[in-house]
């Protein structure tokens, strides 16, 4: 994980990490970080209000954390009339304040699940959304959960894509071994490298980048060597993947990682010996 961010207070325009204020990342794209830093949230979660120069509406992607009404109100004041709710994926950083934003604007919901959407279809897989003078392209991109989406937003030329937690802004993504999957991992990320490299990354954790691409490639090379990592180790332990105890994989791969990291590690951990368990 890479160390902590600080805001650069020279720029009289905020940079990441700016809490409870709205910044601007494209003319179309704007972001209100939620201040709930952690292990797994890095600085917090990011939450996106979408809507294209001129428009009387807009979107929101990921209304963020239980109890932080504070925040949810920023994002409300910024969006103006909100018409539409998109979620990323299921972990309550992201959904914990969706009764409260419901409450606040009245917006429909839409999720990969019907578990989260509220007054509204759940998503289909490429489907093209119109809202807030902006064109969104929904992205299945399952393998941090299984109903993990990204969101492909166009404008008059420009592209970003919203990477909720498949693609972070620093640090490395944790597969939720409850329904992640490292094989469906691998899938997402080459698609993303295939259909979005050349778009803006705006990420549910850590800092925006200005192509998807390079970071892309990054986080399939890691993943490859964090693999080739823990098949040695399983070597030099002498077990199988299928017998093999995933805290002593971890202290065997990450001991040199802070142990407040190791429980993220051994839910990667865990998915990736199921992925050697079937090959």
Known sequence: MAPEKTPDTDSAMPVHPAYGVLREVTPFASVVLCDNPGSFELDG?????????????????????AKHGKHVRTVVEHAGEVELVLISHRHHDHVGACKKMRKLTGAPQRAFTDTYSSDAPRFRDREVIEAAGVTITVLHTPGHTADSTSFLVEWEGQRALLSGDTILGFGTTVLDPTDGTLADYFNS???????????????????????????ARYYKQHREERLQQIVDALDDLGVSAKKAKPMKVVKSVYRDVDKKLWPAAKMSVKAQLEYLRTR
């Open 189 to 215: 990320l080459n698609r993303l490298i295939v259909e979005a490299s050349d778009a803006a990354l705006l990420p549910a954790h850590g800092p925006d980048h200005p192509e998807v691409g390079p970071i």
């Open 45 to 65: 979660t990011n939450t996106w209000i979408l809507r294209a120069p001129g428009s009387p509406t807009s979107v929101v992607v990921d209304p963020g954390p």
